[in-house]
Nanobody, 114 residues
Framework: AQLVESGGGLVQAGGSLRLSCAAA?????MGWYRQAPGKQRELVAS???????SYADSVKGRFIVSRDNAKNTVSLQMNSLKPADTGVYYC????????????WGQGTQVTVSS
């Protein structure tokens, strides 16, 4: 299943960026992970088809995940960005919360300068 990401880039601390991801098919759960240099990939935010959202503690109150079920897209609005948010952001999708099969986008770089 192809996941195509857009957005990302370089922004100063305190700024905003928006990431978008389009899937070729419908998925029950879509979201975003990120990987900083030398660190493991971590969940940033996810959203189910019923709009049940989950966020990493580090981004709560700053990031907003949303989806369009009709278009099979998921977006991540990132506000009040910090240098610690720097990393490669990956779109993620799976059929359900119980599924062990994950699909990934190619990744998009987000760099926050201090």
């Amino acid at each position: 299943a192809q996941l195509v990401e857009s957005g990302g880039g370089l922004v100063q601390a305190g700024g905003s960026l928006r990431l978008s991801c389009a899937a070729a098919i419908w998925f029950g759960v879509m979201g975003w992970y990120r990987q900083a240099p030398g660190k493991q990939r971590e969940l940033v935010a996810s959203i189910t088809s019923a709009d049940v959202m989950s966020y990493a503690d580090s981004v709560k109150g700053r990031f907003i995940v949303s989806r369009d079920n009709a278009k099979n897209t998921v977006s991540l609005q990132m506000n009040s960005l910090k240098p610690a948010d720097t990393g490669v952001y990956y779109c993620n999708a799976k059929s359900s919360t119980q599924s062990q099969i994950n699909y990934w986008g190619q990744g998009t770089q987000v760099t926050v300068s201090s």
